[in-house]
């Protein structure tokens, strides 16, 4: 739409210049004959009246010359006459130009100097007049002076009118153009592009068949209306042999796992059964630009980027919290919303929450109690009693919202996410026992020593009891789990099978480490060009440096940020030959700012970097460039390929998608992963360089380990890696999971 209002505005402006133009000149032109007629009209007029006064000047028949001046006086445009002797003196004139003889004086003046006559334009009482002289003569000499006065005021009316009458013309004709070309656009143009593109969406999404009677009959378009339909035949057969090979693919437990594997996958396994996905966190969030338009973005978290390529390539439901401030605006009245926006492929249905349940349930209780208690990152769990409420009476409003949902499907899968929903599978569970219910825990899962200190940790394991499966990411937390139940609730626990009965009621226990929507390695056909586009991306920085570490996390205490620092600060120091040669970005989202703790940390890092760069800073380089906003996926993607080596050096983490995502997107195969031992990806990912991120003195000499690795093994250890993520990326995930859940349910 604003591409067809700048084109009318165009197209208006052009024809508003042209018609102005046109105006000037007839205006011009108007002008020049109306002055013209008018003088020569003052001309006759004088000449004719001269024959009568001159007689009578010369009599010296004042009385009569003042009748004869008075019978022409105000007709029409004929304002009035008056007659001068050889002294510029007043003889005779008409009472309706009494103020016109001071302004005529020098015009007759000049009239008998020139023995000529003499005209000119003046303004008088704000009117306008034409003033014309004509000298009168005795036998010998002039002797005096006829004065015409004309009213020309005319003149101006009329162009006037001309520029009224020109500018509402154009007013008409701009307003019938752009009704004009609107239509046009509309019916001929708009339409049928509408319909092409809605014919190569539906392509796209699978819905090829549906998509035939799309394709616009325009004449006008018949050319790309038939290209369009080999690419939508084309697509519709590409479709169908992917959905043969993924079938075909289902027995083979070593061909890699794709989007489509997966679908097939879901078909052949739930054979119908319902997707429920229960989150804190949406995966899209909705909010209001300046100027009103309202956009959205994919919030960063790990959990969210994970879980999203999974439903959309099985679909269903995913339930979670809105949290943009334009999330209301745009779901229907049962408050749902198909997403991808840009591609629906599976329904949002948004959860609300007062101010007063986000800070308690999320702020308190969630990230300000159960976060560090789960990482055991040296910061100490905070637990209120009114934070613990509001954690049960938002984790009852969720289980409410799934149960309303899932109340007309025959055995659904609910699928929960992360530490924030601990009780909502015991609520579920307890009205709706033939659901197969399954959380998956996202962060660490900490020995029973440290879980005991929370007040409320019965409540807790005997929500999470209320699954039929529960999944970490490493077998080291499921054994925690198992010993911390076993030292807090009454429970029967088979170490065989790590399951756990409970109230008549199994839950079992199993590790899945998850992963990313890794593309199995068949994307180098991409071509980037990474040195080009590192050039670019360190201009746009205004950063000149040959050699670019890379850190990217959320502003969290648990990512070991600060420690990091310190290491860099160490390599300087150590090794003064890469100062003003090495530069290391470090992007930090955001995260929790409600949350003191997380506030004063942000603090704590600017002034972290400040210090740093301050001791070794060297013209225009400064070795840390922090950059606090959040980044797209592409733009994230632009730093990971352009860093020469990636530091995670989390103090203690569940997985650490950031570590796979740096593999996956260096197609290149070059760059080095350096990776905490305390992330769940340190387990799988083995050809990083593990070092301890509280020992900075070590991450300092890996950091040089890095930079001067031969290029032959960077590419044998990236390709080692990617070939771990490839054969176990988010969709043999959720494979896994959904098919250890229609196992047990």
């Known amino acids: 739409m604003k591409q ?81 002797d050889n002294k510029n003196e007043i003889i005779a004139v008409s009472s309706s130009i009494p103020e016109a003889t001071s302004a005529a004086s020098q015009i007759v003046a000049n009239a008998m100097d020139a023995d000529k006559a003499t005209g000119d334009f003046e303004t008088l009482e704000s009117r306008k007049f034409y003033i014309l002289a004509l000298p009168l003569h005795d036998d010998q000499s002039v002797v005096g002076a006829l004065m015409v006065v004309q009213n020309a005021a005319y003149i101006d009316d009329r162009l006037s009118e001309i520029w009224r009458n020109n500018l509402i013309r154009l007013l008409i004709q701009a307003s019938l153009l752009s009704f004009a070309t609107i239509i046009l656009i509309r019916w001929i143009i708009y339409a049928p592009i509408r319909g092409l593109v809605e014919t190569l969406r539906l392509a796209r999404m699978g819905g090829t068949e549906q998509s035939s009677g799309r394709l616009t009959s325009s004449l006008f378009f018949q050319p790309l209306v038939k290209e369009i339909s080999n690419i939508r035949n084309s ?114 249905k948004r959860i609300w929450l007062t101010e007063e349940e986000e800070i308690g349930y999320y702020y308190g209780f969630s990230n300000e109690g159960l976060w560090p208690l789960c990482h055991i990152a040296h910061n100490r769990p905070i637990f209120r009693k009114e934070d613990w409420e509001q954690y049960v009476s938002v984790n009852k409003k969720f289980a409410d919202t799934v149960l309303s949902e899932i109340k007309d499907c025959d055995r659904p899968f609910v699928l929960i996410q992360d530490f924030h929903l601990a009780l909502v599978p015991r609520m579920i569970k307890a009205q709706r026992p033939s659901a197969t219910i399954g959380l998956f825990w996202h962060i660490p899962w900490p020995n029973p020593e440290s879980f005991s200190i929370c007040p409320w940790k019965k409540e807790i394991l005997d929500g ?49 480490p998850i992963s990313i929507s890794f593309p199995n390695g068949f994307d180098k056909s991409e071509n980037q060009d990474v040195k080009n586009e590192k050039e670019k991306l360190l201009k746009d920085l ?41 530069t290391f970005i470090q992007i930090a989202a955001p995260s929790r700012t409600k949350v003191k703790k997380y506030r004063d940390f942000a603090i704590e890092v600017e002034k972290e970097v400040e210090r740093i760069n301050s001791l070794y800073k060297k013209n225009k380089w400064t070795p840390i460039v922090l950059l606090e906003k959040y980044h797209s996926h592409e733009e994230v993607q632009k730093f990971y390929r352009a860093a020469d080596f990636c530091l995670v050096t989390s103090l203690h983490d569940g997985m650490n998608l950031v570590a796979k995502e740096f593999v996956a997107a260096r197609n290149d195969e070059k760059g080095v992963l350096v990776l905490s031992q305390f992330t769940g990806a340190s387990r799988e990912l083995k050809e990083a360089l593990i070092v301890n991120p509280y020992n900075a003195e070590q991450t300092a000499t890996v950091i040089k380990e890095a930079l001067e690795m031969k290029p032959a093994e960077q590419t044998k250890r990236i390709r080692d890696m990617r070939e771990v993520i490839k054969n176990y990326n988010v969709y043999r995930w959720s494979a896994e999971i959904l098919k250890t859940m229609v196992n047990l349910g």
């Not at 097939?264 to 899209?284: A, C, H």
């Not at 999470?464 to 054994?479: E, I, K, R, V, Y």
């Not at 076993?486 to 839950?507: A, K, V, Y």
């Open 235 to 348: 697509l519709l057969q590409a479709r169908i042999s992917a959905s043969e090979e993924a079938r075909m693919r289902l027995e083979k437990l070593d061909s890699p796992w794709t989007a489509e594997r997966l679908k097939e996958f879901i078909k052949d396994t739930l054979k119908g059964r319902n997707i429920f996905m229960v989150s804190n966190r949406e995966p899209y969030i909705h909010y209001t630009e300046n100027g009103g338009k309202i956009n959205y973005y994919f919030p960063a978290s790990g959990m969210a980027t994970a879980i999203e390529p999974v439903m959309q390539a099985c679909g269903g439901t995913w339930i979670a919290y809105g949290s943009g401030d334009a999330d209301k605006l745009v779901v229907d009245k049962n408050d749902r919303i198909k997403v991808p926006p840009d591609e629906p492929k599976y329904t949002l």
């Open 542 to 582: 205004g950063i000149k440096t040959k050699y670019i570490g890379l850190g990217i996390d959320r502003l969290d205490y648990t990512k070991g940020i600060l420690e990091r620092f310190k290491s860099i600060e160490i390599f300087l120091s150590k090794y003064p030959f890469y100062r003003d040669k090495f």
């Open 4 to 84: 067809v209002i700048a084109a009318l505005l165009i197209i208006v402006t052009i024809i508003s210049l042209i018609v102005i133009a046109f105006t000037i000149n007839q205006v011009g032109q108007e002008e020049q004959r109306l002055k013209s007629d008018l003088q020569y009209r003052s001309t006759l007029l004088a000449e004719s009246l001269k024959e009568t006064v001159e007689p009578n000047f010369i009599n010296k028949s004042e009385g009569y010359l003042q009748t004869v001046v008075e019978r022409f006086a105000n007709k029409e445009r004929f304002a009035g006459l008056g007659i001068y």
């Open 464 to 512: 999470m009891l209320g699954t039929d499966l529960l999944g970490f990411h490493t077998q080291f937390h499921c054994n925690n789990f198992i010993e911390t139940v076993g030292r807090e609730l009454e429970s029967l626990i088979d170490l065989e099978q790590f399951s756990i009965t409970r109230h008549n009621h199994t839950s079992y226990t199993k590790p899945f």
